[in-house]
Nanobody, 123 residues
Framework: QVQLVESGGGLVQAGGSLRLSCAASGRTLSGYRVGWFRQAPGNEREFVARITWSTGNTYYADSVKGRFTISRDSAENTVYLQMNSLKPEDTAVYYC????????????????WGQGTQVTVSS
């Protein structure tokens, strides 16, 4: 079983940056894909980005491509989401999650989830 803990959220002005962390414990993330999702009030959970732990291959939603970067630190068993040029529409609770399903953006395919971290971008 994998336990995930997100951190790094906060309040930032539009155009600013934040770096989110997703620390994993319980087992190594080798063999998993780790995704970041976000959910704003009244909205469904939305895919943001994904990284394949073994290869480092990444995939992004069009809405964040060029602004967000997902990366991993094998020694720390941690995944990061660097968010630059933030916009008010990026405001949401951000979650990390794991899956063994190949190339999926669906939250239903992700089995272990963290508790989320709030990101608020003011205009």
């Amino acid at each position: 079983q994998v336990q995930l803990v997100e951190s790094g959220g906060g309040l930032v002005q539009a155009g600013g940056s934040l770096r989110l962390s997703c620390a994993a414990s319980g087992r190594t993330l080798s063999g998993y894909r780790v995704g970041w999702f976000r959910q704003a009030p009244g909205n469904e959970r939305e895919f943001v980005a994904r990284i394949t732990w073994s290869t480092g291959n990444t995939y992004y939603a069009d809405s964040v491509k060029g602004r967000f970067t997902i990366s991993r630190d094998s020694a720390e068993n941690t995944v990061y989401l660097q968010m630059n040029s933030l916009k008010p529409e990026d405001t949401a609770v951000y979650y990390c999650a794991t899956t063994t399903v190949l190339a999926t953006r669906s939250a239903r395919d992700y089995n272990y989830w963290g508790q989320g971290t709030q990101v608020t971008v003011s205009s």
